[in-house]
């Protein structure tokens, strides 16, 4: 089973994704925590990727796509997996949808976590405080809410055009969020 998580940054893709991998017994692919491993490593990918993170601006695809690919093919995402950060534009949306498609497989389930301007950037100034990341700077902050906005969102409704964008309001506890999306999945 394919699951994609859908939302603006800090909506809680990482954690809802998280716990749904480890239930379902998944694997998460984070095209962020891959980004920040590279970075981390000082390899060519995040050398790279580092001044744009740093901005809050998207790595561009013709980085993105590659590392999209080789994570697909891989062959523990072979049956299923959960996407958290990816696609985020309409080209690495065709990428994904196409290669699934070539394998007899689809998104089975697309999850948009809703929730409001005020508490993304409300819980954004929060982690910054907590994590450290380099990109939870205002500025940073800023721009990855619009660049979300402009780039991202047209792709809720690319995928809505096919009814399976199933919408979680995404401000009570992680628990309750955790409960809907069982519900939704069906398991
Ligand atoms: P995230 O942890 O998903 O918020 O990603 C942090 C940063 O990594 C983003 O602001 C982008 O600079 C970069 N990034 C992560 N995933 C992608 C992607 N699929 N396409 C382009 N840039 C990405």
Do not use: C
């Amino acid at each position: 089973m394919f699951i994609l998580l859908l939302g603006a940054p800090g909506a809680g893709k990482g954690t809802q994704g998280r716990l749904l991998a480890e239930r379902l017994g998944l694997p998460k692919i984070t095209t962020g925590d891959i980004l920040r491993a590279a970075v981390q490593a000082g390899s060519p990918l995040g050398r790279e990727a580092k001044r744009y993170m740093d901005e809050g601006k998207l790595v561009p695809d013709a980085v993105i796509l590659g590392l999209i690919k080789d994570e697909l093919a891989k062959a523990e995402a072979k049956d299923g997996a959960v996407f958290d950060g990816f696609p985020r534009t309409a080209a690495q949306a065709e990428l994904v949808d196409r290669t699934l498609a070539e394998r007899g497989q689809r998104l089975n389930h697309i999850l948009l976590l809703d929730v409001s301007e005020d508490e993304l950037v409300r819980r954004l100034q929060q982690r910054a405080g907590i994590e450290g990341r380099s990109d939870d700077t205002p500025e940073a902050i800023r721009t990855r809410l619009q660049v979300y906005q402009r780039d991202t969102a047209p792709l809720i409704a690319h995928y809505a055009q096919r009814g399976n964008v199933h919408r979680v309001p995404a401000t009570g506890t992680i628990e309750d969020i955790a409960t809907d999306i069982k519900r939704i999945i069906g398991r």
